[in-house]
């Protein structure tokens, strides 16, 4: 075994009480292991400890303060109780070293949710005393997060390490996570989640076209948070990324090639961290000017930052000469209004608060560029912990140097209410981005939208997720064609299953893509109406008009027995003095007429079925004729209601008929009679009855 490294071993005695045992354990984890002791400010004691591997802070703040705004030192009574910020402080320690990972965020929230559940039922908390209905009570306070399952899962991992250690009940052990199965985020919120539930994360339409319509807008009506906005959506709908990559854009990161047809292919170029890989992600050809435009904007608003950065990165020893800085030797006294215009305060006020900070006092006399260049070292320092880098740098490869990142801003630059500092960088993360695209109330705050961009710009209060654009890029993906390994590699994802996650289909989408898999789909498609002009092109023929369109029939089968059939039915009542009804009649007639004279011609041109269309059209034309005499004549007065005697299909003749069915007898319709034997049948009938 190396010399530096030390065996991790605690073994509990089982002849001693759990309460003994949980003192020997917490013992050894402050006293014998050394895990971060090596990193500046840590102690034991703090209320907060270093979470090297998320680049945050580990605070030990209970279930109700949990929320509490990082820069607020927590009281007390905001801490966890002094009986149990020990046993969580040991956990960590002692399972950090014997297995590092990125988990301890949710490790804490599991001792949150547990120390509530035994400070609500003890008023201590003794974890050795801890019982089923204290796991019960933190799973239920634990319901409404979102990661619930995988928390749950922390605190079983917890409780179980505890058991073996004798410091817990070994029951503890038989405990089962209640979120699987049927209640996993899997089946609740995830691939398996119900339609309904997965088109409540589709991104926001509305808040689509209200960033476009910004983005669309000349330069000089936006400002560098409009652009960095504006132009990072952009990117993220270019190619399914994650808000984190943004830091690991390059100025360069776009780029373009040929592809296998000979095309031009723009993609983003960079390294993902989640996959530890680098990524070529093509771009659509439909966004590929609007994501140039995008890094073009990003490159000009940060070129001042790179600049200053890349000075702080040669471990400058005299103030940096910005535009603004006084045209004055180092070592020359300034004036206060030159103090603050070397440090970029335009308000001198502002400026008096910053030197009080380094100095204890508000005086603006006696200072040099070097005293001054002195300050802000410190707060540069202060201000950017992991510089050159924006984010805490691995062991195995290194971020961007702010000089190369493409999101490289200066201090205040996104502020609407600072002026920007022209001598302090400021470190980009997701929240710059993810907070103005809230328009959630800030209920606590005297502006209560602080930092909306929808507001901002006079559009409702909207609310996007930076993942739901992720979301958006997938789904488009895969309706127009692109196969889930496709998409998967696109993504940068680890497995198909995951990219399921993000395909929110619903019913009839998947419906109507496996009826087109399986060529089971039957396309229909309407017609338009035919116009007047259109029907006066075809002519004539063995067709005749209608209301509704066209009747297509063939001279043999001789024309519909429903032919003009309106002026045969008893129960037309029609009005003298209707106009609208006066010229239908009028088109029926000649409609009526073109057919007979069509069908005259067939005749002399050979075609003897014709005939049938005279015989049906005759009297058609006649009753019509009639109704229009009636109509037009002056001697009736408007409004008269005009009967016309018909030849069927009555009332009465629809009882006969329904009559004549429940007894077996067909009755015979003397229309079709005479088609199809001929007018002297029908008379021969009509003899028989009188």
Known sequence: MPANLKLVSFNPNPKLSPSTNLKNFVRYCRDELTLWADIEKFSWSA???????????????NLDNSRLHASVTPTDNQLFHPAFIEVAKSYL??????????????????????????????????????????????????????????IVLALLQILHLLSEKLIVPAEVVRWRNPYVKGESYDNLRGANAPAAVKLEKVADQDAFFSIADVFSRPLSQLDHSDIMVTSVTALLLSAPMRIGETLRWRTDCLRSDNDKNGNLQRYLAYYVPKTRSYTRKPIPTTMAQVAHEAVERLVEITEEGRRLAFYMESNP?????????PEVSDDQKLTPEQVAQALGFIHRTACEDFMRKYTGNYSLTGFTLDSLWRIVLKEHRTQNPHFPYQESPQADIKPLKMS???????????????????????????????KRLDGAVRSDRKNQRPLCFFTKHGYDP??????????????????????????????????????????????????ERTSSIMQTKQEHETLAPVSEDEAASYGQGPYHRSRYGICRRSWRAGPCIKFADCTNCSELLACKGDKIALEAIRNDRDNLVRTKNAAQLAIEAGERSASLWIEKATPQILRLIELINVMENPDIPDGSPIQLIGTDFNHEALIVEEKAKEAGVELLDKEQLALKYGQDLVECLEMLIH
């Not at 070293?97 to 201590?124: C, W, Y």
């Not at 050795?128 to 409404?144: C, M, P, S, Y």
């Not at 020893?317 to 800085?325: E, I, V, W």
Request: net charge positive; proline share 4%.
């Open 47 to 61: 209320s907060y400890w270093p979470d090297t591997y998320r680049d945050t802070r580990l605070r030990f703040v």
């Open 93 to 150: 320690r002692f399972r950090h070293t014997l297995k590092p990972h990125r988990n301890s965020a949710r490790e804490m929230q599991a001792f949150r949710a547990l120390e509530k559940a035994l400070v609500e039922d003890m008023g201590i908390p003794d974890i050795t005393k801890i019982h089923v209905r204290h796991f019960n009570r933190a799973v239920v306070l634990l319901a409404g997060y979102a990661a619930r399952q995988n």
């Open 317 to 325: 020893t005299k103030f940096y000469r910005h535009s603004d800085c």
């Open 404 to 434: 190369e990142s493409l999101m490289c801003f200066k201090r205040f630059q996104l502020s609407a209410r600072f002026s920007t500092s022209p001598v302090l960088l400021a470190p980009f993360n997701s929240d710059h981005y993810r």
């Open 462 to 511: 909207l609310r996007l997720n930076s993942h739901s654009l992720r979301h958006f890029v997938n789904r488009m993906a895969k309706q127009h064609g692109l196969s889930i390994e496709m998409i998967t590699e696109w993504s940068s994802r680890a497995s198909v299953q995951q990219t399921r996650t993000y395909l929110h289909d619903t019913p009839d989408k998947r419906l």
